[in-house]
Each structure stands twice: as C-alpha cells, then as structure tokens.
C-alpha cells in the first residue's frame, strides 16, 4: 500500500468499542459448560466480584462429554469441582449445574422455559453468556451448544418478564422478572462494548488455569493460560485505551434501545 492509497478493510484499525455500563449489582452468567467463562469473560467478572457486585455462574451442562479418556458419569464430577474452584478464584460463589445433556443442547422451548425459571428465581439485572453467533467472526465455526444456550439466554430473558408464558411456575412466591436490562455476550465476533481487565487480568488466567483435567484431557500438555488469553486481552485493551480488556456484545433488552 502507497502512502496516498486509500487503507483496505483488513488494513484499517479495529473500531473503538463502548465501555460496559457497571451501574448495577446483581448479575447471572448463562453458558453452556464448565470453562465457557473462564476463556476471557472471567476477568471481567473478577472485576465486578471486586466492586462488591454480586454474580453467580449457571452452567447448563456440566461437560460431561467433554473428556473422550474419562467416563462421562466422573467426567461430571471432575469438571462441576474445577468449575466450582475456578468461580471461587475470581469471587463467585455461587455455582448452579442445570445438567442438560452435554453435547446435544437443543434451543427451544424446553430450553427457554428451564432458563425463564432461572432468570425469575435469581432476578439479575445484567445477563451475561457466551458468543452465540454461528463463527467466532471467521472460518471456524461455534459449537453447537454455545449457539443454542446463548439464544435461549436471549429469549429466556423475555419470557420470564411475561406472566403468561410459562405461567406454570409462578407458585411459591415465584414472580415474573422483567428486570434485565441487557445481555452481555462473551467473545462475541460482534462486540460492541468491552470492560478494563488489567487490574484482574491476573485472577482470569487463575481461574482458566483450574480446569486442569479438562486441559488435560484435551491434550494441551504445553498450553499457558497466561499465553492463551494475553493476545486476545491485549487486543481487546487497545480498542478502549488499556492494557487488556474483555469484549461482550451487548443485547438490549428494554424498549426504545
């Protein structure tokens, strides 16, 4: 390219992302498997754990099909204790296993209405989940249950705010929840926004760190967790000014935004 030649696309910078709002208290994370978060997202999450906000972590599957060497009924066990022990890294306490089949999460209606029950229980302000979208903003293709938890978080979302959708559950105090004022896909190709995570960079490769088994089991004997999310952070961090950053795709969910 000439010094006067106009810039192409894959020349030009990426664009400059929004910043999270963190004007809230109360958030639900909604992925499809033990370790979803902790591939980026959870050193925004150990941010927030540090501002004194309250998360807790909602895995649909417990990732059992996730280990071809190990049973899936100890595979279970396994990854529930490391996904535990990584959310306690990074502050979360809370850690809720719906135990869906791993591998084959179907989105529909079945799937919307475990997750409107969720969402009505828990009563968050902010949803976040991961990149539902069909790549990862390339050639390489999403996984099939990371498309189908990620839509069904979005419509879930909805639902639980109607009284007369899955009407069935509003016994025992249970109340529709219409207070979810956005969902925050992690890692979405389609970022809009990102959060600072230089201050808890550190908690995030900690937490991706303690799913060592799964690690493991997939063969990445030589794999740095440090190495594996600097790249992507450093990326994320130059788009908004910092040193690392984590990128979500925000999905407002009131009307009239």
Known sequence: MTADSPATPSDAAPAPLGTLREDWQRAVAIVAHPDDLEFGAAAAIARWTGQ??????????????????????RCRE??????????????VHDVEFLRQPDGIVEYGVPLRRILAEVLRRRRPEIVVTGNF????????????????????????VGDAGNRWIFSEQLVEGL??????????????????????TTATFDAGVASLAAHRAYIDGLGWQDFDPDEF?????????????????ATFEVVPMTWGE
Request: zero cysteines.
């Open 52 to 73: 004194g906000k309250e998360v807790a972590y909602v895995m649909v599957t417990s990732g059992e099909a996730g280990i071809d060497g190990l049973h899936p009924d």
């Open 78 to 91: 396994v990854r529930e204790q490391e996904q535990v022990e990584s959310a306690r890294v990074v502050g």
């Open 133 to 156: 979208r069909e790549t990862w903003g390339g050639r390489t293709f999403n996984q099939a249950d990371h498309v189908a938890v990620g839509r069904a978080v979005v419509d879930a």
């Open 175 to 196: 109340e529709p929840w219409g207070g979810v004022g956005e969902v925050w896909a992690a890692g979405s190709p389609d970022a809009t926004h990102a959060v600072d």
């Open 229 to 245: 999310l600097a790249g992507a952070a450093r990326q994320a961090g130059a788009r908004i000014g910092t040193r690392y950053a």
